[in-house]
């Protein structure tokens, strides 16, 4: 008889953007004339940069010619994109990593995902509370929590955002060994500033922790006094792995390709206390288990940091932001107090009532999907995220559709 691993079964039925779907595509088989905006799940809806896809299709070209085909490619990436990532990414911005801390992967939902296979299972995670659902359930299916209770797992340490701290969470008041972070945040679309990233930064150091820094969504950061990475704080690249995507930046949720830095001063210790570098063991996680992403994509990727790719990058983002400009607005306007939606695509909003109730409001009046806070954790509660991923004309329909209804 096969057993099961049994920590699958402390899980919350489904995943959050599957259980959104499912309850959308009931509503829409009940009611098929109904006409529905997205504004849930980050999913982008704008064609990829022209720059990647001319890279794209001249990748595609070799891959049909004998003495310009590829076969696998090199673990960690190849060289000519991680090589752009460093210098345009972190050395430009006065951050000090070299292209062979880079892995280049097909997601950071798949790598905030598995880093946490590369250590204890007895650790003490810290992870913010509300947050992107990967992070507490992978560490849930590796046996890490117990129990799910009043709406949160039993040996988390929860480190709660409310508004009270203005969605950024204290320093946790417990030893903690693996703490979670994610700027602009996901899914508040709040930002940290240098000074209180330091604190965290300076916080890991004391207790020989490892921050596991989500910057997912960096490129629509447009105040330059905050970080993009936390490799700009310094003492970073001792505690820190630090996880990108070209998903939100570039256009790539169809396409898959990010990125993890795990610089090669990060260390952890062995049941002896016997140092051990970080970077060594995700290189084996690595090359074990992933076959990198297609030469093509990467091609696709490296068009990014062009100039051409650059400027077109920078308005993908602009696109999106002006979205998120006009929900806050119109939102606020409409008596709902927000954050979010200025450096980040999403805008958190205060519903003034169950975040379940008030998500099936705005889908069945207003024909809009949102994403219910509560999804993200005890703390949102009361709370929806509005995701600027969708047309302008959409985004003026669906704002159009909750001042008549709200
Ligand atoms: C979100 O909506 O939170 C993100 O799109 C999910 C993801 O990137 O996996």
Redesign the pocket.
Known sequence: MIRINENYLKLQASYL?SDIAGRVSAFQQAHPDREIIKL????VTRALPRACIKAFHRAADEMAEDSTFRGYGPEQGYPFLREKIVAHDFNARGADISPDEIFVSD???CDTGNIQEIFATDIKIAIPDPV?P?YVDTNVMAGRTGEFDNGRYKNILYMECTRENNFIPDLPSEPADLIYMCFPN??TGTTITKDRLQTWVDFAHESKAIILYDA?YEAFIRDDSLPRSIYEVEGAREVAIEFR?F??TAGF?GTRCAYTVVPKDCAGYDSNGEKHMLHSLWHRRHATKFNTVSYPIQRAAEAIYSEEGKAQVRELADYYLNNAKIIRKEMTAAGFECVGGDNSP?IWIYGKRDSWEFFDMLLQKAGVVC?PGAGFGKCGEGYI?I?AFNSLENVQKAMENVKRET
Request: avoid cysteine; hydrophobic fraction near 25%.
């Open positions: 953007f849930g799940i980050g999913d997601g950071a939902k992107y990967v996901n899914p997912a995507s998903s939100k949720t999403y994403t995220r995701s």
